[in-house]
């Protein structure tokens, strides 16, 4: 019974108590707060992007027809290509990358697929043999048949 006498006392000290620590380090809880507000609303951007996104270009069902023309067309190294191959090639042309790095650690990049210029940059670091010597007409020779419908 004498410890029901106490408890509301107790509950005051503790909650005035608490009131002191909020009003002392105030400035520290606001900053904190309006970091934490930030960075969540960081995370909802980046999960609100990848929601709506919608790649503009989309993966054929057969892209065998393609295939055969960049065969007769360019020949090496499309000549040459294994299955595993043929699937880097495709996922360069038709993947979604990460776009940007993004500031805070633990928060995914953006994702995007890769520009004309981009693609072109990265078939010249894989397969340098026949890329590395397009010039323009080549390269939109190239993208006619990749890209047509």
């Known amino acids: ?18 009131l ?16 934490s507000y930030d960075k969540a609303g960081e995370y909802v951007d980046y999960a609100a992007y990848d929601l709506t996104l919608e790649p503009e270009r989309h993966r054929p069902v057969s892209l065998l027809q393609k295939e055969t023309e960049l065969k007769l067309y360019i ?32 928060l995914v990049s953006k994702r ?3 520009t004309k210029d981009e693609i ?15 010039q323009q007409n080549h390269w939109k020779t190239f993208f006619e048949i990749i890209f047509k419908r």
């Open 1 to 18: 019974m004498p410890y029901r006498r106490f408890l509301p006392k107790f509950i005051l000290i503790i909650g005035f108590s608490l």
């Open 20 to 35: 002191l620590l909020v009003i002392i380090f105030q400035p520290q809880i606001k900053d904190f707060l309006k970091l």
């Open 75 to 106: 020949g090496e190294p499309f000549k040459s290509f294994s299955r595993s191959d043929w699937e880097e090639f495709w996922n360069i042309i038709y993947g979604i990358f990460p776009k940007t790095d993004p500031q805070e650690p633990g």
């Open 112 to 114: 995007r697929q890769l």
């Open 120 to 134: 072109a940059y990265e078939l010249k670091n894989m397969y340098p043999r026949p890329f590395i010597n397009f």
